[in-house]
């Protein structure tokens, strides 16, 4: 892609005590629009790897560009880089901090210096795209864990940024709510934003993305296209990954059949018929 | 700054009351309230337990804060509450019951 990348990590280190580096030299760049699964084991650098992308770690060694431009840290930068780039946290807890819904997403854009009646505005946006208005006036704590989750989304939402970090957002819902988040993130991308998930799951990493990040012990060992990454045996062996069910169900497939994987493959359970119909003629 | 402060107040109690909880239920799961002993030592583990926890969730909490934009001030949008009559009745009863206390703690009745 030629156009600027809206974010850009170049040699990036970052270590929270000096023997064990937690980034070491990642260097990555994210476009407008993108759909990026980021995966890895626990303590692979993940987290680390997107509190360095929204700027409240300051990387040790590297630099870390916005636009183009390089980030200094400043207070108006910092400013622009959260507005651009935003995270939502893992645990909806930490994010969290009004006692009521609508103070609760109210907190980004009051930040951003905005004025009242377009906080409210955002405010409203945010509540209606997560489904939320019932719940306005309604203390958080009373809240179930996927309605958290949800009001976390919206938090980010009203801050309308252009690049949204989700720190393993499914790792806390059920098979519903996760099936809504999936859905959920659908309808951001639709809106041209750039999505980063960093994730487990890889059925929906291989679903959804069409870019992803592997990482493994701080290193960023892949950066490449899902099918990519999936057909890489060393590297699945290396990162302690398993291949998705539908991957290797259309690779046992071709193998039955002596044909070489085609270009397209089934990524849904609904692609699926069809793909298994042509493979049978 | 008080009303501020108030609000994270009211929030992590609730975190920190649930933390408190889930302990004491882990605690009772593995009979840690069998014996008098025992109950002391549960009491004394998760209070300290408590207090780390308390550090780790405010470090966690303060970089959810940082993450989208907070600057040393913490703004919410409030929403203008309409006051109702019954509040003004609720407001003056309070205030002639704390008229009434103070005169006759005086002794001016």
Known sequence: MKATPLLELRHVSYSYDKDRPALRDVSAAICPGERIAVLGNNGAGKSTFFLCCNGILRPQKGTVYLEGKTVTYQKQQLLRLRE?????FQDPDDQILA????????FGPMNLGLGIPQVSRRVEEALESMDLQEYRARPPHYLSGGEKKRVTIADILAMKPRLILFDEPTSSLDPQNTARLQQILGELSGRGMALMVATHDIEFAYAWARRVLVFHQGKLLADCSPREVFSNEALMEQVGLKKPILYAVSQAICAAKGVSLPRVL????????????EMSE | MMAELMVLIYRYIFLLLDSLYTMTTAAHARLGYRTYRSSWRSFAGIGSNLLTRAFAQAGRSFDAMEARGYDGEIRFLEREKPVKGLHVVWSAGMLAATALILMLERGVL
């Open chain 1, 99 to 106: 006692s009521t819904v609508e103070a609760e997403i109210s």
């Open chain 1, 266 to 277: 089934p990524k849904t359970i609904e692609e699926f018929p069809t793909f298994y119909k």
């Open chain 1, 84 to 88: 651009v780039v935003c995270l939502v």
